[in-house]
């Protein structure tokens, strides 16, 4: 099985911050990888699909990157209803998550 | 526009059965696949598998094989996904999501999401 490891676990930042999250395969996986966006008790939402493509209705002040076995969430600047928790997700083979970050206001 | 909506909450005995459905609007069934998803209390996302309807093809997350079955039903636009010999470690909120293929191997994302449907297992 792919095994997907996020960094880090958790971060602080504030309003108007630029955010860095990480995501790593156990192997390569090509442009299959996607970034979803949870908050409490809500479903996730996706973000980006296929690593760099911005999902309809999204802002645009966030960003994949990456191919292979490293991949890159960048959120250029932070705001206030973007504290939640992200996870990357491979559909390489099966359909493994990542642990997850999650964004806390410093 | 796609929508999922989840039966309600449940609550279960260990060794027990539990029966979530995903009911959704439109042609969903027709053109994506349908994946399930569960989360534990306090934990990350875990994908279950999934089945495309059109040609009930299903799979399923080895962690789950032969426990698990997905089934839809077209007549009235609604997917299921059934947890067998249920025990207090499969408490957890279960989503119903869409991908908008009819292939496992394009790899797609999740794109719209059912509300969630809490399933605590407990003597």
Known sequence: ?106 | QVQLVQSGAEVKKPGSSVKVSCKASGDTLRSNIITWVRQAPGQGLEWMGGIIPVFRETKDAQKFQGRVTFSTDESTRTAYMELNSLRSEDTAVYYCATEPRLNWNDGYAMDVWGQGTTVTVSS
Not at chain 1, 42 to 52: D, E, F, N, R, T
């Open chain 1, 1 to 106: 099985d792919i095994q997907m490891t996020q960094s880090p676990s958790s971060l602080s930042a504030s309003v108007g911050d630029r955010v860095t999250l990480s995501c790593r395969a156990s192997q390569n996986i090509g442009s299959y990888l996607h970034w979803y966006q949870q908050k409490p008790g809500m479903a996730p939402k996706l973000l980006i699909y296929i690593a760099s493509s911005l999902q309809s209705g999204v802002p645009s002040r966030f960003s994949g990157s990456g191919s292979g076995t490293d991949f890159t969430l960048t959120i250029s600047s932070l705001q206030p209803e973007d504290f939640a928790t992200y996870y990357c997700q491979q559909t390489y083979s099966g359909r493994t998550f990542g642990q997850g970050t999650k964004v806390e206001f410093k």
